[in-house]
């Protein structure tokens, strides 16, 4: 398969250029408009894959400076606002945080704790479903590629435990035995801990950066506490759900734990370097849940974990040059940010939540609510990226419900929650996704039926409970 297809990246660019020469709406600037062209341009390449991410983004990004929509008239000043978004200290936590994930895939710790939980939970199958679902839990906060997470570390070890119980991805007629079970709710699990934490998916940072945008502050820890009782309700209720609607054949697992206690007596007493993977972990954990006390920010929080790993050879420099997808994320996560920003910046997004406001303006907020966060969790049916998703709607969607008086920070944690929950709807619908289905335990039919399932479980859960929960803690 191509790299760049032709056909796809010409149909992106009639797309921005049709919208650019199209006169700007009353209330709309000529920048702003001209802005939302080559966003809409960009999200439209990324969706078709008319080339890498990245390659759209730094088509963005030339074009953006090539036409001066930031700054008319200002060559140099062009660029430099065309790359502002580099120097956001929300890209550079998730870039930071790619780098610590390392230290766990590395060090063998991630796998450590993961066999740890099947030797605990493993002796049947809904327990071997929820110990590898507390692995990834536990695993989360710091890790915030739930591709490296899920693919990286829980999918080889629930692969290699369904094979173990004779449920083999080339042998369909085993695929119900044990490994379509564990799939979607590995999977399932996956999204739910991506959710809990601003550091559980690359794209929870972003919901922050917007929100700020808007005047909405989120931290780490008033993230982790909105999330904590909906995830957790969450976390417990759809492996029942996915027993109930999706069960596997195989109930009892007797022999899980001790493979699992063989693959810990094959890896030895921990490590120097998994004890100072520990150490970090807890000290990261402490400094993102202390932050507002001592005025540390996320961010800085990961740098000082980043030099800890460094500085005791945890990591080397050359793990940090290697790291590919931290690389590649800061890159289409800073050109993504710096056009969203600059679009509301521009008075688009306060313009276009006008419009929208205009249309639904006689709705009480409470109705609003639960329309604004269905139409964003049913939408991703289009998208086969969370973050370009995330970029397309969240600012737009919030600044709608803003407006009609949807209490701030109630729907910025909600559509941040979704931001990972509608991955279940699809096989494509967040990183893991290709990952699990890849497997070949599932069907598409079964994973696109299931995942409604799910997802509307998820839907009700979160916006429920969590909604209620919200209002306890004084959220709103």
């Known amino acids: 398969m191509k790299e760049v297809s032709t056909i796809r990246v010409l149909i992106t660019l009639a797309v921005g250029l049709l919208i650019w020469f199209i006169p700007p709406p009353t209330g709309v600037v000529p920048e702003a408009w001209h802005l939302f062209a080559i966003f809409v341009a960009t999200i439209l390449g990324i969706i078709l894959k008319a080339a890498p991410m990245g390659t759209m983004c730094m088509m963005a990004i030339s074009v953006t400076a090539f036409s001066q929509v930031l700054a008319p008239g200002e060559a140099g000043k062009s660029i430099t606002l065309a790359l502002k978004g580099f120097g956001d200290k929300v890209i550079w936590l998730i870039g930071i945080s790619f780098f610590i994930a390392r230290g766990f895939i590395k060090t063998g710790l991630g796998n450590r704790i993961a066999f740890l939980f099947i030797r605990i939970f493993g002796k049947s199958s809904l327990g071997l479903a929820y110990g590898l679902g507390l692995a990834d839990l536990c695993l989360a906060p710091a890790i915030p590629s739930n591709t490296a997470r899920g693919g990286g570390i829980i999918y080889p070890i629930m692969k290699s435990m369904a094979i173990s119980f004779g449920s083999e991805p080339d042998k369909p007629e085993t695929h119900r035995k044990l490994g379509s079970f564990l799939t979607l709710n590995s999977y399932n699990m996956n999204l739910i801990a991506s959710s809990m934490f601003l550091t559980g998916t690359a794209s929870n940072p972003m919901c922050q950066k917007f929100a700020a945008d808007l005047g909405i502050k989120i931290t780490w820890m008033s993230w982790a506490v909105a999330a904590i009782v909906p995830g957790l309700v969450a976390f417990f209720v759809i492996p029942l759900v996915l027993y109930k609607i999706y069960p596997p054949e195989l109930k009892k697992t007797a022999d899980a734990p001790e493979m699992a206690n063989q693959k810990l007596k094959e890896m030895g007493p921990i490590s120097k370097n998994e004890w100072l993977m520990l150490l970090a972990f807890v000290i990261l954990l402490i400094l993102w849940i202390t932050g507002d006390i001592f005025s540390i920010d996320a961010t800085t929080t990961a740098f000082i974990g980043l030099v800890l790993l460094l500085l005791t050879s945890v990591l080397t420099w050359e793990d940090v040059k290697s790291e590919k997808g931290a690389w590649d994320t800061i890159i289409w996560f800073s050109v993504l940010v710096m056009m969203a920003s600059s679009l509301n910046e521009l008075g688009f997004i306060s313009w276009f939540s006008g419009l929208i406001k205009a249309q639904i303006g006689g ?81 598409l039919k079964s994973w696109w039926l299931k995942g409604l399932v799910t997802g509307l479980v998820l839907l009700v859960i979160y916006m429920v409970i969590g909604g209620f929960w919200m209002g306890i803690i004084g959220y709103y």
């Not at 009480?364 to 609510?369: P, R, T």
């Not at 910025?412 to 709807?425: I, K, N, R």
């Open 363 to 443: 709705l009480s907020w409470q109705i609003a609510f639960p329309i604004i966060v269905v139409v964003y969790f049913f939408s991703h049916y289009l998208f086969a990226s969370a973050t370009a998703h995330v970029a397309a709607m969240y600012a737009a969607l919030l600044g709608v419900g803003v407006s009609l008086g949807i209490p701030g920070l109630l729907l910025a944690f909600m559509l941040g929650f979704v931001g990972s929950l509608y991955g279940t709807l699809t096989h494509y619908g967040h990183g893991p996704a290709p990952v699990f289905f890849g497997s070949g335990y599932v069907d």
